[in-house]
């Protein structure tokens, strides 16, 4: 009986701890699986989704905390950009529109058709005065509502933002990726065949930016001075450099979800012959020239229709700098070939590499360890610094417009990234 | 204090109420030491230790440490608090602040993407790249930030 007393109240002691134990376990197995690389899709089977036009913070990397709205998943919190929304073409979309916000707001779908708005057609919104109110039927400030339905177009990339009060509210970052695939071929941008990417290896690029004298204006229910107004920081995904390489669901950007690092291997006919995408999409006011360094990429789809003839010609071309016009989308299809085959004891490069003092970029940063070779390094001097632990490249990528490539005229940072291309047999150390 | 809420409870009235309370109790006190030690863990995680000798000497209070290029590269970021010895800090490429584990044998020296030379603003946050050598730093872990002579213990690593 004694024995039974104390056998008792250890079981249920060691109930206890178990559960408390499997609390920890499954929080920790949570967090972990919340990082990645790569698109993060929102995705429902009957293509419907719940968004809310709210408001929150984000961080920039000059330690700024910025106020903005924008359109979270209703299941979630707020998030710069909205949530990234993955649809199959030719498949009815609903989106319901809740709106939290201290005024009106809707959203358009620039390319798609035949658009309704609580069943009827979304169309131009006026007052009793005939002036414009909203591109399309808004959901009422807080708390309105509105559902938007339409078929989803032709398979490529997408912006939807908002229709009202279109100046004020897309800087203050309504605005997001909508990714239209093609029916029954997950793995291609459009329906050619030959727009075919590695699966898993898909990039939206979302390029914004934000002058923060107008979030404080909004913030503080002042006016804003429009006459004045400069952007100073410039944004892919809703971060700057270097927010823009940590994994996507950072813990330290909670309302920034999506990272914007690529991360390849070089092409290889047998073991990788498909290229990675990347969508790129401008919900600015001004053109971002994006300039992938260290490879082209070719340009496939525009507004989210395939660069075809009317047979069907490819008019696809390769671009070394993507100029991203304000409203545009852009779908491209990039790869990193070794095309000379340098190799250091069968193919060496026939000429002298340059010291690397006259390889520097700015500082003593640089992204070579004194080797052309990818996978190999070589010793650099003591006082000079490299970052490729493997051999790996790192390619910058980054508006060629410089000023965007500042965290408030602090450079480097901004709307800039790295395109990380390991070798063929991976980074042994990571 | 378990054994005499057992006993406690045992004066319940009813069998099976007895073991609904029995539950009830295990379930609470589980999902409390679980929440604590969870609550204790993200703390821990995220607050930042600081020197007040790297602060005075360096014009600067780093603020995090973070692995991102996919596990290839690291961030360091730091606070400016003095801007002309920050900027003296920053300029110094010959003398960067090193990450050393504090789980493995392993570190990391600095390497920069952020231009030398700026005026640095006494408020504002700046950062540095680092080559994650040989994966010495892994997220959850912690690092000790060396600079000069001077050491930040125990930096969570994010």
Redesign the interface.
């Given at each position: 009986m004694k024995r039974l007393t104390i056998r008792r109240p250890l079981a249920l002691l060691s109930a206890a701890a178990m559960i408390g134990a499997s609390a920890l376990i499954w929080s920790q197995a949570a967090a972990s699986v919340a990082m990645s690389e790569g698109l993060l899709c929102d995705t429902d089977p009957n293509q419907t989704f719940s968004l809310t036009a709210e408001d929150g913070y984000v961080s920039t990397p000059d330690g700024n905390s910025i106020y903005m709205w924008s359109y979270g998943n209703s299941k979630r919190s707020f998030q710069l950009p909205g949530a990234t929304l993955c649809v199959e073409s030719g498949r009815p979309v609903t989106i319901v529109l809740h709106n939290t916000l201290p005024e009106a707001t809707s959203i358009v779908f620039p390319g798609q058709k035949s658009v309704k708005a609580n069943g009827n057609p979304a169309q131009p919104q006026f007052d009793s005065g005939g002036s414009l109110t909203s591109l399309v039927q808004p959901a009422a400030a807080n708390d309105g509502s509105v559902t938007y339905t339409f078929t989803a177009g032709s398979p490529g990339t997408y912006l939807y933002e908002t229709g009202t009060d279109v100046d004020k509210q897309l800087q203050m970052g309504m605005y997001g990726a909508l990714v239209v695939r093609p029916a029954g071929h997950p793995n291609q941008v459009n329906d050619r065949a030959d727009s075919a990417f590695t699966a898993g290896k898909e990039y939206v690029y979302l390029l914004s930016e934000i002058d923060p004298d107008v979030h404080l204006a909004v913030e503080r229910n002042q006016p804003v001075n429009w006459a004045a107004s400069t952007a100073r920081y410039f944004m892919i995904n809703g971060r700057s450099m270097p927010d823009t390489l940590a994994p996507n669901n950072a813990p330290w950007l909670p309302s920034q979800p999506y990272g914007a690092l690529v991360h390849i291997k070089p092409y290889d006919a047998a073991t990788n012959p498909l290229p990675a995408t990347i969508r790129y999409l401008n919900a600015g006011s001004v053109n971002y020239p994006f300039h992938p360094h260290g490879s082209d990429e070719r340009v496939i789809n525009r507004d989210g229709h395939p660069l075809q003839g009317p047979a069907g010609q490819d008019l696809s071309y390769q671009k070394y700098d993507l100029d991203v016009g304000p409203g545009q989308t852009l779908d491209v299809l990039m790869d990193w070939r070794d095309t000379e085959q340098w190799n250091a004891t069968t193919n060496p490069i026939p000429t002298q590499i340059p010291a690397i003092t006259d390889q520097l970029l700015v500082g003593s940063d640089t992204w070579f360890s004194e080797s052309g070779y990818l996978g190999t390094k070589n010793s650099v001097p003591a006082n000079l610094t490299q970052n490729n632990e493997c051999g790996e490249y790192y390619h910058i990528a980054h508006s060629h417009a410089l000023e965007q490539a500042t965290n408030y005229g602090a450079a480097f940072g901004g709307m800039m990234t790295v395109f990380r291309i390991d070798p063929p047999a991976g980074c042994a150390s990571q | 204090m378990?054994?005499s809420a057992?006993s406690k409870i045992r004066k319940v009235p009813g069998r099976w109420a007895r073991r609904i309370v029995?539950v009830a109790?295990?379930?609470v006190?589980?999902?409390?030491?679980?929440?604590y030690?969870?609550a204790k863990?993200s703390s821990g995680s995220?607050e930042f230790p600081q020197s007040a000798a790297i602060e005075a000497q360096y014009g600067v209070r780093f603020s995090?440490i973070?692995v991102?290029?996919?596990?290839?590269?690291v961030?360091l970021?730091y606070?400016v608090l003095d801007s002309e010895r920050a900027t003296r800090f920053q300029s110094d490429?010959?003398h960067?602040p090193e990450l050393r584990s504090e789980k493995r044998d392993g570190g990391t020296?600095?390497?920069?993407?952020?231009?030398?030379?700026?005026t640095l603003r006494a408020?504002?946050?700046?950062?540095l790249?680092?080559?994650?050598?040989?994966?010495a730093l892994q997220?959850s872990a912690k690092a000790t930030i060396l600079v000069g002579s001077l050491s930040l213990q125990h930096a969570p690593v994010?």
């Open positions: - | 378990f054994a057992i029995i109790t295990v379930l006190v589980g999902l409390a030491a679980g929440g030690a969870i863990g995220t995090r973070a991102v290029g996919d596990g290839g590269l961030t970021t606070v490429v010959q960067p020296k600095r390497v920069s993407v952020m231009k030398q030379g700026h408020g504002q946050t700046y950062y790249v680092y080559q994650n050598t040989k994966g997220h994010l």
